[in-house]
């Protein structure tokens, strides 16, 4: 079992560079890849960025790729998303997600939802312009 808290989240002006933090408890932490969803007022809940279980990989969004880093300290059992350049449009409730890394597909086929076991409870985030 995994539990999932994240933290950061609040009212950024666009442009901010707000970092969002996910704290997960259980010892195989590392056996996870890690997400990072996003759901805006009205929308389907969409992917933002996946790292693996070493975070030597990564995988980002069209829409925050370049903008939004992902990362993570297997010691501190903590994944991190840094944000820059926040447009009014990043406004959304951000959830980090843990899936069981199977060893066999990369983290860019980690982008559904479906393939993850363990949500938290989100953080708000609301950039004002």
């Known amino acids: 079992q995994v539990q999932l808290v994240e933290s950061g989240g609040g009212l950024v002006q666009a442009g901010g560079s707000p970092r969002l933090s996910c704290a997960a408890s259980g010892r195989t932490f590392s056996s996870y890849v890690m997400g990072w969803f996003r759901q805006a007022p009205g929308k389907e809940r969409e992917f933002v960025a996946a790292i693996s279980w070493s975070g030597g990989s990564t995988y980002y969004a069209d829409s925050v790729k370049g903008r939004f880093t992902m990362s993570r300290d297997n010691a501190k059992n903590t994944v991190y998303l840094q944000m820059n350049s926040l447009k009014p449009e990043d406004t959304a409730v951000y959830y980090c997600?843990?899936?069981?890394?199977?060893?066999?597909?990369?983290?860019?086929?980690?982008?559904?939802?479906?393939?993850?076991?363990?949500w938290g409870q989100g953080t708000q985030v609301t950039v004002s312009s």
């Open positions: 997600a843990a899936a069981y890394y199977s060893g066999i597909y990369p983290v860019s086929r980690y982008t559904g939802g479906k393939e993850y076991d363990y």
